[in-house]
């Protein structure tokens, strides 16, 4: 199947400061990527979507300020959390899909990224 | 509006056969995923069913039908590694996957 790679897998950082997270589809295009944060003992909750080229559309509830994604290229997209603190600790993965032809639609995903505001 | 529900937890012997239900209502519908979750890791992809009946995948299967608004998927000689949280998930109108709150799986001995 299609690889999906997320860096960091690990990040630790200071209340205040931003943090990058990268997710990159190694053997194939895909048009759109989404964002999605999971709390302990709680579901996938989806942040974003966002198209190549296009600005993210965030779910109700989620600051695009704060949260912010960029979708540069077909293979590359990155949410970088600013100003960060401790209540954004959180499970971040994302995922990514091509719709071609025939496809189903199968969602790929990354191998998560475990941030924790100190 | 939208909705699916799945059983909170669930537990089943090594080797045993445990079936999971999800059911859903939408008015749109492009398809159901069901995904396995491991603690602490992404969830991996399990099987895909837009059409209704039955699709087997090795020792999972998964069924859906449309009419019902209902799936399960069928995990057969059930192994320890087995042990997980099992996610349904449904493809919107909108190609949103709406998620469910996820089944924990425990295998016992």
């Known amino acids: 199947g299609a690889v999906v790679s997320q860096h960091p897998s690990w990040v630790i950082c200071k209340s205040g400061t931003s943090v990058k997270i990268e997710c990159r589809s190694l053997d194939f295009q895909a048009t759109t990527m989404f964002w999605y944060r999971q709390f302990p003992k709680q579901s996938l909750m989806l942040m974003a979507t966002?198209?190549?080229?296009?600005?993210?559309?965030?779910e109700q509830g989620v600051e695009k300020d704060k949260f912010l994604i960029n979708h540069a290229s077909l293979t590359l997209s990155t949410l970088t959390v600013t100003s960060a603190h401790p209540e954004d600790s959180s499970f971040y993965i994302c995922?990514?899909?091509?719709?071609?032809?025939?496809?189903?639609?199968?969602?790929?995903f990354g191998e998560g990224s475990r941030l924790t505001v100190l | 509006g939208q909705n699916i529900d799945q059983p909170t937890e669930m537990t089943a012997t090594e080797g045993a056969i445990v079936q999971i239900n999800c059911t859903y209502q939408t008015s749109g519908f492009n398809g159901l995923f069901w995904y396995q979750q491991h603690a602490g890791e992404a969830p991996t992809f399990l099987s895909y069913n837009v059409l209704d009946g039955l699709e087997e995948k090795g020792r999972f299967s998964s069924f859906l039908s449309r009419s019902k608004g209902y799936s399960y998927l069928l995990l057969k000689e059930l192994q320890m590694k087995d042990s997980a949280s099992y996610l349904c998930a449904f493809l919107d109108s909108n190609y949103q996957l709406i998620w469910g709150a996820g089944t924990k799986l425990i295998i016992k001995p």
């Open positions: 966002s198209n190549e080229g296009s600005k993210a559309t965030y």
């Open positions: 995922s990514a899909r091509t719709l071609t032809q025939g496809d189903t639609g199968e969602l790929f």
